[in-house]
């Protein structure tokens, strides 16, 4: 398995797998260029997990400037997807992995993340890799 930036060109791949997060489909053309917008934005880190050219993973973070105490950055992870048949094979564990590294480059102090109430094998994952349960709230622009 190999970790990388996903590009442009991974569109269609994720698109499928992010299909499989939000099950609806999503627009191949606004995917392409928010990903080519995104690129260009050393803040965003779009993480892939690509086993024989196939995405089977992905992550994002957002390194965000906080403007309390010494005003460092934090990271905020969104879209954590791993292919169904993947589950139970460490994907999610080695995006973790190399998103938190890169935070850490970013010199971010905390990260944190929102995941669906129902979500329980994920929180029970957020939970091995470190993150403490805390209360957040979430609401929608229509």
């Given at each position: 398995m190999k970790i990388r930036f996903v590009t442009k060109q991974d569109a269609s791949m994720l698109l499928s797998l992010l299909e499989q997060l939000v099950e609806e489909s999503g627009d191949r053309e606004a995917l392409e260029n928010t990903l080519e917008m995104l690129e260009q934005k050393e803040e965003y880190g779009l993480f892939g997990a690509f086993?024989?050219?196939?995405?089977?993973?992905?992550v994002m973070g957002i390194c965000c400037q906080d403007i309390c105490g010494a005003c460092k950055s934090f990271l905020v992870i969104?879209?954590?997807?791993?292919?169904?048949?993947?589950?139970?094979?460490?994907?999610?564990?080695?995006?973790?992995?190399?998103?938190?590294?890169?935070?850490?480059?970013?010199?971010?102090?905390?990260?944190?993340?929102?995941?669906?109430?129902?979500?329980?094998?994920?929180?029970?994952?957020?939970?091995?890799?470190?993150?403490?349960?805390?209360t957040?709230?979430?609401?929608?622009?229509e």
């Amino acid at each position: 398995m190999k970790i990388r930036f996903v590009t442009k060109q991974d569109a269609s791949m994720l698109l499928s797998l992010l299909e499989q997060l939000v099950e609806e489909s999503g627009d191949r053309e606004a995917l392409e260029n928010t990903l080519e917008m995104l690129e260009q934005k050393e803040e965003y880190g779009l993480f892939g997990a690509f086993l024989d050219g196939e995405l089977i993973g992905f992550v994002m973070g957002i390194c965000c400037q906080d403007i309390c105490g010494a005003c460092k950055s934090f990271l905020v992870i969104e879209n954590v997807i791993v292919d169904k048949k993947f589950h139970g094979k460490q994907v999610a564990q080695r995006l973790f992995e190399e998103l938190e590294r890169w935070a850490k480059e970013k010199e971010c102090y905390y990260a944190i993340l929102v995941s669906g109430m129902i979500r329980e094998r994920a929180h029970s994952f957020y939970e091995k890799m470190g993150f403490t349960k805390e209360t957040g709230f979430r609401k929608y622009y229509e």
